[in-house]
């Protein structure tokens, strides 16, 4: 059973940064791709970033392009997404998902997260 859990996410004013992490258990998390995710109000979950196994690639949504990166440590089980410059259209819960397409796919078997909820005011 794979268990995921988010930390990190916080209220914070625009031009902010903030760290998120994830930390991975129940998967031999050094064999598989993981990725960042995030809900906003209203709309459905989408990708936001993806790693491979290696950490080797990384694959981004357009819009946090520049602005976020995604890293991981195979040694702690633990992914990672460093987000700066955050504006009110990031305002979001973020998951993050196990298994998957680094490049912009879903979690092949829904293992998500419970979500750490990211808040950018203006």
């Known amino acids: 059973q794979v268990q995921l859990v988010e930390s990190g996410g916080g209220l914070v004013q625009v031009g902010s940064s903030l760290r998120l992490s994830c930390a991975a258990s129940?998967?031999?998390?050094?064999?598989?791709?993981m990725g960042w995710f995030r809900e906003a109000p209203g709309k459905d979950r989408e990708f936001v970033a993806g790693?491979?196994?290696?950490?080797?690639?990384?694959h981004y949504e357009n819009s946090v392009k520049g602005r976020f990166t995604i890293s991981r440590d195979n040694s702690k089980n633990m992914l990672y997404l460093q987000m700066d410059s955050l504006t009110p259209e990031d305002t979001a819960v973020y998951y993050c998902?196990?298994?998957?397409?680094?490049?912009?796919?879903?979690?092949?078997?829904?293992?998500w997260g419970q979500g750490t909820q990211v808040t950018v005011s203006s």
């Open positions: 998902g196990a298994d998957l397409r680094y490049d912009g796919g879903f979690p092949f078997h829904n293992d």
């Open positions: 129940g998967v031999t998390f050094s064999n598989i791709a």
């Open positions: 790693i491979s196994w290696s950490g080797g690639s990384t």
